[in-house]
C-alpha cells in the first residue's frame, strides 16, 4: 500500500514537472509569436473557455453573464485569444470559490465595452479581490496566489499575447469588493 502510495505521489510529482517545464517553454517563446489575421468572433471564444470550467462553475454555484456581441470580431490568432482570457477566468474562478457559500452571490461578468479607437473586454468577479502589494506583484513570472496549484505564469502569458497585437491589461482589485480586468485591443 505504501509504495503504491508512494508511485502515484512520483507520477503527480513528475505530472508537475511536465507542465511547469511545459508553460515555461510556451511562456519564453511566445516573443516569437506572429500576430494573427484570422476573423476570430470572441463570445465564440469565450464560450468555449466557459465550457472548459463549466463543472466547476455548476459546482460552485457561479452566476456567469457574458456580454460581447455575437458578431464582436477580433483579427488575431484564435489560440492568441484563448491565452489572454482562458487565465483570467480561471483566475476570476479561484477567487470565486474564496467567496464563502452564502456570504456573498459568486458573479463572473465578462462584457465588451467599444470606443472609437479601441475595443475594452472586461473579466470582473465578486471574489475577495486583492490587496495593492499583491497586484503590484501579479505580472510577474511565477508569482502566485495559489502556490499548490498556480505556476504564476497565466497573467504575464495573458499580457504578452495581448502585447503582440498592441494591446494592454489593467486589473482593479481591492479587498472585499472583487477584481476587475480590463483588456484593451487598439481597432485596426
Do not use: W
Amino acid at each position: 500500500k505504501l509504495v503504491e502510495q508512494a508511485f502515484v505521489q512520483t507520477l503527480a510529482s513528475v505530472d508537475r514537472c511536465l507542465l511547469v517545464t511545459k508553460s515555461i517553454l510556451e511562456y519564453s517563446d511566445i516573443g516569437k509569436e506572429k500576430r494573427g489575421l484570422d476573423e476570430v468572433r470572441v463570445s465564440e471564444a469565450i464560450a468555449q473557455i466557459l465550457e472548459k470550467y463549466q463543472s466547476r462553475i455548476e459546482e460552485l454555484g457561479i452566476v456567469v453573464d457574458v456580454r460581447v456581441p455575437e458578431d464582436s470580431v477580433l483579427r488575431c490568432q484564435k489560440s492568441h485569444l484563448s491565452a489572454v482570457f482562458g487565465p483570467l477566468v480561471a483566475n476570476a474562478i479561484d477567487a470565486l470559490a474564496e467567496v464563502p457559500v452564502g456570504q456573498k452571490e459568486r458573479r463572473l461578468h465578462l462584457r465588451e465595452v467599444t470606443m472609437t479607437d479601441r475595443r475594452i473586454f472586461e473579466i470582473q468577479d465578486t471574489g475577495p479581490g486583492m490587496a495593492q502589494e499583491v497586484l503590484a506583484k501579479v505580472f510577474e513570472p511565477f508569482f502566485s496566489t495559489k502556490p499548490s496549484t498556480g505556476l504564476g505564469l497565466g497573467l504575464g502569458m495573458a499580457a504578452k499575447y495581448l502585447s503582440i497585437y498592441n494591446g494592454k491589461i489593467k486589473i482593479i482589485s481591492e479587498p472585499g469588493c472583487g477584481t476587475c480586468v480590463e483588456l484593451f485591443f487598439p481597432e485596426p
